[in-house]
C-alpha cells in the first residue's frame, strides 16, 4: 500500500504489515489463556506466580466471546477459512463472528466480494455452512 493511498479495510486496503501478521480468533486465544492458566493453578503454591488481574479478565473475555470451545472445532474452523484464501483478520473476524448468512459475511468482511479473489455468493454460503456444521456438532 503506498504512503499516499488512504486506510480502508473493507477493500482490504491495509498496510502490509498487518496484511502478513498472524491474527487469532477469541476462540484460539481462549485455548491459550486456559493451558497458561492451568499451567499458573499447578504452581499457585509460588507466590510470584499470581495470575494478574488483566489476565484473568482477558480470559473471562475470550470465553465469554468464544463461538468454539473444543480444539478440534477450533481446528478445524481454521482449516476451512484457510481453505478460502482469506487474510488473516478476514478469517478471524468471520471466526469470532460466526456469520449466519452471506448477505451478513458480507457485511462484516466487505473484502471477501472486493478483493481481486472475490468469492460468489455460493463459496461464500459452503463456506457459512461449513462453519455451522462444526458449531453443531460441537
Do not use: W
Not at 29 to 56: C, G, R, T, W
Not at 124 to 132: R, T
Request: hydrophobic share 40%; with cysteine.
Amino acid at each position: 500500500m503506498s504512503a499516499e493511498e488512504e486506510e480502508n479495510a473493507a477493500e482490504l486496503k491495509i498496510p502490509d504489515e498487518f496484511l502478513k501478521a498472524k491474527c487469532l480468533m477469541n476462540s484460539e486465544v481462549a485455548l491459550i489463556l486456559d493451558h497458561k492458566y492451568e499451567q499458573l493453578q499447578q504452581m499457585a503454591d509460588d507466590p510470584m506466580n499470581q495470575m494478574s488481574q488483566v489476565f484473568e479478565k482477558s480470559l473471562q473475555y475470550v470465553k465469554r466471546f468464544s463461538r468454539y470451545k473444543n480444539t478440534d472445532a477450533v481446528r478445524q474452523v481454521r482449516e476451512i477459512l484457510s481453505r478460502y484464501q482469506l487474510a488473516e483478520f478476514e478469517l478471524c473476524v468471520l471466526g469470532n463472528l460466526c456469520p449466519e448468512t452471506v448477505e451478513e459475511a458480507i457485511a462484516m468482511v466487505p473484502s471477501i466480494k472486493t478483493r481481486g479473489r472475490a468469492h460468489d455468493d455460493e463459496a461464500i454460503e459452503k463456506m457459512l455452512n461449513d462453519l455451522a456444521l462444526i458449531k453443531k456438532f460441537e
